[in-house]
């Protein structure tokens, strides 16, 4: 079935630094692939998403790159701040559901 | 506009006991989902309706059921509860017409413990 592999599950950067979480799909069906934001004790908000006919789409400082031969897409998140500091989860779409990533637990450094 | 919500936010049950976890969105949203969340741990699917009417199991259907009552609300039951049930549950709605095409809003989770 289809399986979405996410990387790194920490990641720890010094404020102000950049931040790059990737993922895997391997279902050449999909064609939606959100990024959600959990903060501890709350629920995962969407913070961008991408569709499979665009290659990259950005948000002030965050952005997603998406690579469909190669069934990749990446965030970037620019000039972090200690407020980025949460659990960020990948997904992509097929048919009725939303395949999860495992999650990555982002640390920002002061 | 209070987007999804969830009762209870809280409860603790008796292995053996069973419950129903409320869910209702006013968005006017076709779709609508059952997950539950382990403790450091991503999201499983547990049953899905991908329209009014419609149901089907997710990753994880074993030990509950479902019930669309209409396009608003979305409900779960757990019929015997087991510890390993232990989770915190959020249902979430989208406006797709059944593809998850479209960005799943979350209600804000109940967190159940079986002791």
């Known amino acids: 079935g289809e399986n979405v592999e996410q990387h790194p599950s920490t990641l720890s950067v010094q404020e102000g630094d950049s931040a790059v979480i990737k993922c895997t799909y391997s279902?050449?069906?999909?064609?939606?692939f959100p990024w959600y934001k959990q903060e501890l004790g709350k629920r995962p908000q969407l913070i961008i998403d991408?569709?499979?006919n665009v290659g990259e789409k950005k948000d002030q400082r965050i952005a997603v790159t998406l690579n469909k031969t190669a069934k990749h897409f990446s965030l970037h998140i620019t000039e972090t701040q200690p407020e980025d500091s949460a659990v960020y989860f990948c997904?992509?779409?097929?048919?009725?559901?939303?395949?999860w990533g495992a999650g990555t637990k982002l640390i920002i450094k002061p | 506009n209070a987007g999804v919500t969830q009762t209870p936010k809280f409860q603790v049950l008796k292995t053996g006991q069973s419950m129903t976890l409320q869910c209702a969105q006013d968005m006017n949203h076709n779709s609508m989902y059952w997950y539950r969340q382990d403790p450091g741990m991503g999201l499983r699917l547990i049953y899905y309706s991908a329209s009014e009417g419609t149901t089907d199991k997710g990753e994880v259907p074993n030990g509950y059921n479902v019930s669309r009552l209409n396009k608003r609300e979305f409900s779960l039951r757990l019929e015997s509860a087991a510890p390993s049930q232990t989770s915190v549950y959020f249902c979430?709605?989208?406006?797709?017409?059944?593809?998850?095409?479209?960005?799943?809003?979350f209600g804000p989770g109940t967190r159940l413990t079986v002791t």
């Open positions: 979430a709605s989208s406006e797709g017409g059944g593809r998850a095409s479209y960005e799943q809003y």
């Open positions: 279902d050449s069906a999909s064609n939606y």
């Open positions: 991408i569709r499979s």
């Open positions: 997904a992509a779409s097929i048919w009725y559901q939303l395949i």
